[in-house]
């Protein structure tokens, strides 16, 4: 490992990763760190059941989730079970009829069409008595999840690397990961060849950076061959939608992924349904493809709009509804259900502070949904209100719930209550660097080196780097707005360094003047104009260097 560049080394230490074979296998283009899928507890049993109920023409149903995760994971067990029956379907709830997980009445519906073995996907560990309910309609269950199990578990086969006891070394796999476990084990049994488990690799890509899990250990080694699956163009129906969003063969990273194909596959959840989804990742007919693929592009685009629009319809609402809270709980009543998550996420990023938004579904009931600043743990902050709640769940950084109307004040109160009695450094979100660098360190030799971190994500963000110090010579405002801004700094020496800021030029109006001099944070890129490369740091923060 002697060839490592000196910034990929230290950033390799910072990121706790120090030993040669750990350092070999973070950078290596062929990881191994995978296992063995039977160390799940109940895999072996999991598996039988699956194979006995195809053996005896037994019907199974997939219940799935409407998000990129849960859809990818739809996807790889359809696939995966096609190999061994014809019998076997799949049923993804609606956001808005039903929500999140297992829905009793859905079950009855699957019962009644005449399932055998229900299957869960991305959903199921924390629904004991939806559980209880398809075992008493007579449907065998298996859960496949990786959601975080609460007091209460479902009494059924349960494969969740989360699940107390799992038996499983890595506690970290999306939904799309745990069915990809299923799929291997079903593989080793010998009901299909090992080639189909290559070919599913790009979706468990997909859903594992959609669900923003972190990118380390065996979720490293799923997105890199992953990866690699997606530029190679082997899926008719993901080749054909990449060229919709559009996206370049060949060139596409985990970025690429993130900011093209997640949010399409998300928006038709949002929007509408996220079946089309499966569809289209099934399908092997063109003309299907594309046309469900320009339909997911137009639901991308009224998702678009929507959340602008209740962007700032929210934002004025928490100006009159609780304007000096710690902790602001707004009440939009025209919001989108399907975008108010998205907002939430935009509103915090934007004040600082964790917001939930709450909607009206009727009957004097609120559908919530939360998002949270790094610094705090919002499940644990939430999870002490449970009586307030009617349904309630989530992680350290965002929620969902449903409660009563009349309860809103009394939520509202009780965490604004809970942020106060916070020591106020807690709630103070800070830009964390990796590490300082000097101007005349950024280089495309060095922003190049980089990309033996990739894939970034969860768990392994892109390096952020601290300019210290540095002289405003120029500034550029760019954008319709002037919401952007392109700076050029010098230091001490004299030394030019190109900034881009996007979207916050406002927020630091005060800094992007000629002469000031600032400590600038970011992470490195490069720009391509008229074809020449240039490095250019692209900013997080600023502060003044005075």
Partial sequence: MNNIHPIVAALLKKRGITQPEAMAEFLSDRPKATYDPFLFRDMEASVETIARTARDGGRICIYGDYDADGVTATTIMMTVLRQLTDKVDYYIPSRFREGYGLNKDAITSIRGEGADLLITVDNGSAFPEEV?????????????????????????????????DSGYPFPYLAGCGVAYKVAQALQRKGYFEHSLLARLLDLVAIGTIGDVVPLVDENRTLVKYGLCEINSGNRLSLKLFEEVIPLTPGSIDAESVSFGIVPRINAAGRMKTADIGVKLLLSEDINDIRLNALIMQGYNEKRREEQDKTYDVCMQLMEEQCPDSLFPVIRAEHAHEGITGIVAGKIRETIKKPVIIVTPTGNGLLKGTGRCIESLDLYQIMKQHQPLYIKFGGHKGACGFTMEEKNLDKLRKALHEDLAAMDPTALQETTRFDLPIDAEQISLETIRSLSVLEPFGAGNPRPVFLLRAMTVQSVRRMGSRGQHARLHLLDSSGTPVEV???????????LLQQGRRIHVAGSLSINSFQGRDTPQMEAVDMKAAD
């Fill in 132 to 164: 209880a309910h398809a075992r008493e309609c007579g449907l065998e269950v298996v859960v496949t999840d990786h959601h975080s199990i609460g007091e209460a578990q479902a009494d059924c086969l349960m494969i969740n690397p989360k699940q107390k």
């Fill in 500 to 510: 881009i800021l996007f979207s916050r030029a406002g927020e630091y109006e005060e």
